[in-house]
């Protein structure tokens, strides 16, 4: 399909450009940037919200979402999801969780479902699934649901794409523990402990309220991966401790949830949080504010991506390793000196 | 410490030193590339082998490596580990592990443990983790194990900086299955069965074994994570089908270990197929095959690296992306059109 034909279908809402569309950006096919491109001047027209759900293996995030769907579609949203298992292939997470999605979904123009896998290197994957949501709320989905596997650190940058992140806990493996020591658990925004049928639910309750306790006494919040800036948050943010001149800000206590995502309880009230988040990321100026950092954070990647692609393609780059390889095999030069003989060259112009 | 301080104290072989010099490269501190380019020219005059222990969480790989150590330190070589979890913290697995192998080994100078966490971003995790491999190496250990938790392309990323790789599977969580499907399992040179003693021992066994069967009968092997090339190895590449003219050539059939880690059964086995393994890497000349892939990539990620860091704090383009923001917020532009411009004016020249 030309890439005309693409940004054509695309316009038109038709579901075979919209597939073919992800498929490029996935893929970084030939004009791929020209199809974020076009995505990026639709986003302002559409309200798509995107709702980061995240948890270790076993949690129930599929069930949970194969739930959310329902909730939503039945309040007449268009809801898309993307299912991202970037930790290993032993979780089975995405596949197989889209699978069973599919099949119980898949006849609904209402709702479209796309599982990434991990593709190459890891780095680029919580970029790619920004983009891919880019497209996705382009076409007109109203809700996003990114559902990852795993709460490392690529799940966090991934979920960091979205507006409102859920981490899906189960009682019984001490995952509150562990997520504490980790300090992982911070960047959520609203928690659900699923299977909250199970013993052990309360203990799981009482473990993140007093980490979220321990957060609210500690004004400084961790907000972004790039070099681990930490800035202060909140209303009196750059005040003193006894000059109150900042006008009152809402704030926002991230709710505990249970669920039992395989009898559907407890579901409704998740909806009715995350729009209780959605309306005080509007009313405190945050929507904008993650908005704009994304932006800046996608620019950063963008340019990145363009330098890397300029140096292997068309800089002589590639020549000086291979003309130096023998010195770095035999240690007479390092892959450093390498490094920095290529960077001298590109510096001052020396391109082929 | 300062960077001449840290080199001596290299020179000289001081622990001190070694911990400081693994500080300073993990966090790529002033003067790492000094520190690495010293580490390079004394690698051609050690022996170190590394070995990569990879698997799922809950596999062993832990007790594993600790009677790796104590099978290695028997046979008189100093043994380090570099322990990587690069997955999750549900995992726990390399700061866990790392504290039980260092209570039980810490007293011999023979042994030197580090674990790495995930800091930041993954991507740079398996340059990271060689280097520090490179830095260990270089300071006199003869055996390197890297130990990675969990089986996705991370992981393999990371293993592939090592000579050999073990992959720890164990039965009865469908592993083999699994790894199957992902196409993983692929890039181990010898299999572990742990936890033989439990039943699905043979099960896996014939899983792994078939796959094993599939994959000689397949003259395409994967090679690299770079551009997903593919080639094909082995005598004949390259030679058409009736053209006998290549000598024979040493060949590695993967061996399938059953070891019971925490009995310590099957591990002079292990360390048996490790010492074979490496005599059909020298024999067949794959070693310096190995050798020399893993510095052209170490290479062009080192370029990645100093170009990136050339971006970002000498020419124009933070400041080029902070004036269009408003612009890109607004749909006027896209990221992509100011990546665009920024590679344009790097590509000309224009630096400030």
């Known amino acids: 399909m030309h890439i005309e034909?693409?940004?054509n279908g695309l316009e038109r809402r038709d579901p075979a450009a919209l597939a073919r569309a992800i498929s490029l950006v996935e893929n970084q096919r030939d004009g791929f940037e020209r199809i974020l491109s076009y995505a990026h001047t639709r986003l302002g027209e559409t309200a798509a919200r995107r709702i980061g759900i995240t948890g270790p293996p076993g949690a129930g995030k599929s069930t949970l979402t194969e739930r959310l769907i329902q909730a939503l579609r039945r309040e007449g949203r268009s809801v898309a999801v993307i299912a991202v298992d970037p930790t290993s292939p032993y979780t089975g997470g995405a596949?197989?969780?889209d699978r069973i999605r599919m099949e119980s979904a898949s006849t609904d123009p209402g709702v479209f479902i796309r599982s990434m896998a991990t593709r190459?290197?890891?780095?680029?994957?919580?970029?790619?699934?920004?983009?891919?949501?880019?497209?996705?709320?382009?076409?007109?989905?109203e809700r996003i649901l990114i559902e990852t596997v795993g709460v490392g650190q690529t799940e966090l940058d991934i979920a960091r794409g979205a507006e409102s992140t859920v981490l899906v806990l189960v009682p019984e493996s001490g995952d509150g523990i562990q997520a504490l020591k980790a300090g992982v658990m911070e960047a959520a925004d609203l928690y659900v402990i699923n299977k909250a049928d199970r013993s052990g639910a309360d203990r799981l309750r009482q473990e993140i309220e007093i980490m979220l306790g321990i957060r609210r006494g500690n004004a400084f919040r961790h907000v972004g991966p790039h070099h681990g800036t930490r800035r202060r948050v909140?209303?009196?943010?750059?005040a003193t401790d006894d000059a109150v001149t900042a006008p009152p800000q809402p704030t926002w206590e991230p709710p505990v949830l249970a669920t039992v995502a395989t009898a559907g309880?407890?579901?409704?009230?998740?909806?009715?949080a995350l729009e209780r988040h959605h309306a005080f990321l509007v009313a405190s100026g945050r929507l904008g504010e993650r908005?704009?950092?994304?932006?800046?954070?996608?620019?950063?990647?963008?340019?990145?991506?363009?330098?890397?692609r300029w140096v292997w393609e068309e800089t002589r780059a590639e020549e000086v390793i291979a003309a130096r390889l023998d010195d770095v095999m035999a240690a007479?030069?390092?892959?450093?000196?390498?490094?920095?003989?290529?960077?001298?060259?590109?510096?001052?112009?020396?391109?082929?």
Not at 265 to 272: C, K, R, S, Y
């Open 5 to 7: 034909t693409v940004l």
């Open 95 to 97: 596949l197989l969780g």
């Open 120 to 141: 190459g290197s890891v780095g680029g994957l919580a970029m790619t699934t920004d983009e891919v949501a880019d497209v996705v709320a382009a076409f007109g989905f």
């Open 234 to 238: 909140g209303p009196r943010a750059g």
């Open 265 to 272: 309880t407890g579901v409704d009230e998740l909806v009715a």
């Open 291 to 308: 908005r704009r950092r994304r932006l800046v954070d996608r620019t950063r990647a963008a340019v990145e991506r363009a330098v890397r």
């Open 332 to 352: 007479r030069r390092s892959p450093y000196d390498v490094a920095t003989e290529i960077l001298d060259q590109i510096r001052t112009g020396v391109t082929r």
